[in-house]
């Protein structure tokens, strides 16, 4: 099994998939009124961050140089920071400073090296999106369900809850659906809509 490691040359500055006036708009809020972007910008960093973790990678743009180990020869590399341009490799070498002849697949990142080695395998290079503007639809899709679903979560806990009746001896008790287990296939454990699962799996980077 290949052990990759990942340095990180130039960090990326921004890791919103959503501006905040792309959010308002999806959501019908007037974007003429900043009294609330405070809150926006939290749900969209928050979010955005929670999409990374599930995906298990970097969606920004960045520089980085990764190290792979025990590569095989013929065996492909999928580099972690996909998409990535072919003018934006730097460099695959080998043994300290020796090229490598590869072919790239940009979407994927999946690197094909020809080059027989038998040493570590060296990938200097950048890739991901340049975020806000570059981030796929559908990733700004998933910020606004789950941006959405947070609001309306909200909104239910400020006005339900449990709430009681009493008249002398007796009590009713009224428990809302905040009060009750999540239906199947309503989400994952952690809150995400289900339909964002299934939009992020196109975009998850499995490693073996």
Not at 39 to 51: C, E, F, K, R
Request: with cysteine.
């Amino acid at each position: 099994m290949a052990d990759v490691t990942v340095k990180i040359i130039t960090p990326a500055e921004e890791h919103a998939l959503i501006t905040i006036d792309e959010l308002k708009t999806a959501l019908g809020v007037t974007t003429s009124t900043p009294a609330t972007d405070a809150q926006w910008s939290w749900l969209i960093d928050i979010n955005s961050a929670a999409i990374v973790g599930l995906l298990n990678r970097s969606l920004a743009y960045e520089e980085v140089q990764e190290t792979w180990r025990g590569v095989q020869n013929g065996e492909r590399v999928y580099l972690s920071h996909f998409p990535v341009k072919a003018d934006d490799i730097e460099s695959v070498t080998t043994a300290g400073n020796v090229m490598l002849a590869y072919e790239l697949e940009e979407d994927s990142g999946k690197l094909q090296i020809f080059t027989g080695y038998q040493e570590d395998v060296v990938v200097t290079y950048s890739g991901g999106y340049n975020l806000p503007d570059e981030a796929p639809m559908d990733l700004k899709q998933c910020i606004v369900l789950m941006a959405a679903t947070w609001k309306a979560q909200l909104a239910m806990v400020q006005v339900t809850g449990v709430r009681m009746i009493s008249h002398k001896e007796s009590r009713v008790m009224f428990h809302t659906p905040t009060n009750t287990a999540s239906a199947p296939g309503s989400g994952s454990s952690a809150g995400v809509p289900s339909a964002v699962e299934a939009i992020l799996e196109g975009y998850t980077r499995y490693w073996v």
